[in-house]
């Protein structure tokens, strides 16, 4: 006997049909993805209230930017950026965000080798790390995808920091229009005082005058410029780091799985191609290259310059490859993590061979041609990229590598903190040196050095200490705010 189907009442289905129709009519709107909800949640963060200490921050660190920030960096750069920094560490404190902090100090560290080192390519390098670092540890990056995102994120809250800023400021003169003006006023008060009596005390002292910053009006405007920097990056950081991004942990959906033999194909054809260029290099150096590059007419310094670049580029490339078949890796039954583990292992450690073969490379070609920073910068970048895959195959063990990205980052900061103390332009004196019998001292490159090679030229023999040492240059620095321990050391031994 079956049963017959209830009969919709009459106001039931009227209200169905309606719906129906209007479904039809006005389609749904389409909710917002989760990128346009964290954009959205992040630009309102300029309404969080001005702590007053943030905005005293600023204007100290402004008004000490226009002092000490000069055509040449030194000293006070190092000292601007500890006081920049005076407002946000304590936060990272209180939030207990000890790796943050870490990441901090190790930015201030690098701006502090502009007080130590006189090479430019040293210097370049730590300040383009300490930016990185700051901007990680600001953000409160974890995943990759927050990491690269990390500058982007910086150049938005600049952005977003004026209104924060000009909220902040008038919200306060509303609120007290007295105490505003007044402080205004004390402010410019002492400025004028320290102006005439400071001006009055360098004429009465030739030693008080060498301490005060030379003060010519021509610079007044762009000191004005760089002190409006100064303290718009003071807030900017403050603000980062009291409204972070609410992306700081955002992480790429999870990539559909490859099936394992479709995945294993392109792995283990990378692995086989490493491990075969690997065990080239092995056979080399037990004299099977030797015969092929005598047969080709090439001598070892042909081979390695030719060879280096390519290998570096080969190196960053396998790098990308194995963090990309990472995320698509099967691993969802024991034989699968097995399978994938040793593909990816296989390729890391043949690619750390690669690393090898290239450094080897560029040691040859440093014996025929010498060291200079070129080449060193070369095998800077070669050895951070060999660190990198350590990580990554430390990472691999047990799949979990939630700490890998600001890893790298803290790798990236004490690989740019060791550069500074090798001090590659007394390194490269030296091994010149060293080569001398062989090449000659080539005395019109090394004069293109800076002032930190001034210590390994006094250790030459004469004539060519003196001949390199007058080469090189022996500028005093100007004022404390410009102060270098390499061109002050270089200015002492002239």
Do not use: K
Not at 359 to 371: E, K, N, Q, T
Not at 464 to 481: C, I, K, V
């Amino acid at each position: 006997m079956t049963s017959t189907p209830p009969v919709p009442e009459p106001a039931a289905a009227a209200a169905a049909a309606a719906a129906a129709a209007q479904a039809w009519i006005a389609p749904a709107v389409p909710q917002p993805d989760r990128l346009t909800v964290a954009a959205g949640t992040f630009w309102r963060g300029y309404r969080e209230p001005v702590a007053t200490s943030v905005l005293a921050g600023a204007g100290a660190t402004g008004l000490l930017g226009a002092v000490v920030l000069t055509a040449r960096p030194g000293l006070g750069l190092a000292i601007l950026t500890v006081a920049g920094w005076g407002a946000a560490a304590p936060v990272l404190v209180r939030r207990r965000r000890w790796a943050d902090l870490v990441l901090a100090v190790g930015a201030v560290a690098l701006v502090a080798v502009v007080a130590v080192r006189d090479s430019a390519p040293v210097i370049v390098t730590a300040l383009l790390v300490a930016v990185a670092a700051a901007l990680v540890a600001a953000t409160g990056a974890r995943s990759p995808l927050a990491v690269l995102a990390s500058p982007l994120t910086g150049a938005a809250t600049a952005v977003r920091t004026l209104p924060w800023l000009t909220r902040g400021v008038l919200g306060r003169a509303h609120a007290s229009v007295r105490t505003v003006v007044g402080t205004a006023a004390a402010v410019v008060v002492a400025l004028l005082l320290a102006l005439v009596l400071g001006s009055l005390f360098a004429a009465a002292d030739p030693v008080f005058a060498q301490l005060l910053p030379h003060l010519d009006l021509a610079d007044v405007p762009a000191r004005i410029v760089l002190g409006f920097l100064a303290a718009g990056a003071t807030a900017a950081l403050a603000h980062l780091v009291t409204t972070p991004p609410p992306g700081a942990r955002f992480q790429l959906g999870r990539a559909r799985a490859a099936r394992l033999h479709e995945w294993l194909v392109p792995v283990l054809t990378l692995a086989v191609l490493v491990w075969v260029f690997v065990l080239v290099q092995v056979s080399g150096l037990l004299g099977g290259t030797r015969q092929l590059l005598e047969a080709t007419g090439l001598t070892y310094a042909q081979y390695a310059r030719q060879g280096f670049g390519q290998l570096l580029l080969a190196t960053a490339l396998t790098l990308l490859v194995v963090a990309v078949a990472a995320r698509r890796a099967p691993r969802e039954t024991g034989t699968q993590r097995l399978w994938t583990s040793a593909a990816l292992g296989l390729a890391c450690i043949g690619t750390l061979g690669v690393v090898a073969s290239a450094l080897r490379r560029m040691d040859l070609y440093v014996d025929a041609f010498g060291l200079t920073r070129l080449r060193v910068m070369a095998t800077w970048a070669e050895l951070v990229l060999g660190a990198g895959l350590v990580l990554v195959i430390a990472a691999g063990f047990r799949w979990r590598a939630g700490w890998l990205p600001r890893a790298m980052v803290g790798t990236l900061v004490l690989a740019a903190l060791g550069l500074a103390v090798w001090n590659p332009d007394a390194q490269i004196v030296r091994h010149n040196v060293a080569a001398t019998e062989l090449n000659g001292l080539d005395l019109p490159y090394l004069a293109g050095l800076s002032s930190d090679a001034v210590p390994a030229a006094q250790e030459l023999p004469e004539p060519e200490r003196s001949r390199l040492l007058a080469l090189l240059p022996h500028e005093a620095p100007d004022g404390w705010a410009a102060w270098n321990l390499a061109r002050a050391r270089a200015a002492a031994d002239s």
